[in-house]
């Protein structure tokens, strides 16, 4: 074999499969001779060459074999491969969101971080924890970079965005969601758009999101970011992108620089909750050693100015 050799093959097999020579004949549709002959170096046809390298490195071509094979190769291996094959698709598909947004070389475009698939895979499990449209979705995404390198210096995922119909947007965010459906990231389901009443799909998260991927700060930008536009629909959001500079200065396709974010409009802070008198007395109480709290004079409430001033003790 010239891109698959015979170690290469019993490896497969044996480490991957996990199937013996007889089990992966009847997997292929071989005799068991045949596959021992390429396993100990004969040259196999040019069909059983692109079968098996197909195998080796598609798994949907694993998946059509499996058809009608659970008897053949045993129901244990069956099931096994098939979560295999599944996994293998998924990996595929990440792989894909990868070489869709990897450019070296391009800080401008990356907001100072080379691309972290991870990153953005937890950014979307955030904002679609509750389920989430894709067009108001890429927002979020654009959002929380920018204003991460706005505010911080450097973007959360390094997501590249260009300027499309609708206001910002990832780059090839078709071909990503996509990929993230594939490799349930992600699930589509039907819901009815509120302006048209038409049927979209909206996207939610399949597993909660892993915030140990992000620092404090950036986490706090993304809660800002969720908050702010919580109320707002794919439509008012896409509106409210419309207006940044980011977008009117740029032409339809075209990547955003990063250094556009700082003409971004202020996502507020929310408003730091201010404690009572009461809250502050007990917060200050909590910190004081119990030893040392025993040591105020019992009747301290009453005869303040005494203990303060030098004040004559009330009398009881």
């Known amino acids: 074999m010239k891109t698959l050799g015979p170690h290469a093959l019993r490896t497969f097999r044996e480490r991957t499969l996990e199937l013996t020579q007889l089990q992966l004949a009847e997997l292929v549709g071989m005799g068991v001779a045949t596959i021992n002959r390429y396993e100990n170096g004969s040259e196999p046809t040019p069909a059983h060459r692109q079968l ?48 869709l947004q990897y450019q070296p070389g391009t800080p401008k475009f990356s907001g100072k971080r080379q691309f972290d698939s991870q990153r953005l895979i937890e950014m979307v499990r955030y904002f679609t924890s509750d389920g989430e449209w894709k067009t108001k979705l890429n927002k979020l995404l654009f959002y929380a970079d920018f204003i991460a390198f706005k505010e911080l210096g450097r973007s959360i995922s390094g997501t590249r965005y260009v300027i499309g119909n609708y206001g910002p947007i990832p780059d090839g965010h078709e071909s990503i969601y996509g990929a993230l459906i594939e490799s349930k990231v992600v699930e589509p389901r039907e819901h009815y758009a509120r302006e048209s009443g038409e049927p979209v799909e909206k996207l939610y998260a399949s597993s909660p999101p892993d915030r140990r991927a992000f620092s404090l700060p950036e986490f706090k930008i993304m809660e800002r970011i969720k908050s702010f536009f919580t109320g707002m629909s794919a439509k008012q959001i896409a509106d409210y992108s419309h207006e940044e ?47 040392e709290f025993k040591k105020l004079p019992q009747d301290a409430s009453e005869n303040l100015d005494h203990y303060l001033h030098g004040h004559p003790k009330r009398s009881k």
């Open 52 to 99: 098996l390298e197909g195998l080796i490195s598609d798994p949907n071509t694993l998946l059509r074999l499996l058809a009608g094979k659970e008897t053949r190769i045993g129901a244990g291996n069956h099931a096994r491969l098939l979560k295999l094959a599944a996994k293998r698709l998924a990996n595929a598909s990440l792989m894909r969101v990868e070489q």
């Open 245 to 291: 500079s980011a977008y009117l200065s740029g032409e339809l396709g075209s990547c955003i620089s990063y250094s556009e974010a700082t003409s971004l409009r202020d996502i507020p802070k929310p408003a730091e909750k201010r404690s009572s008198p009461a809250e502050l007395a007990r917060e200050v109480t909590r910190k004081i050693p119990t030893k």
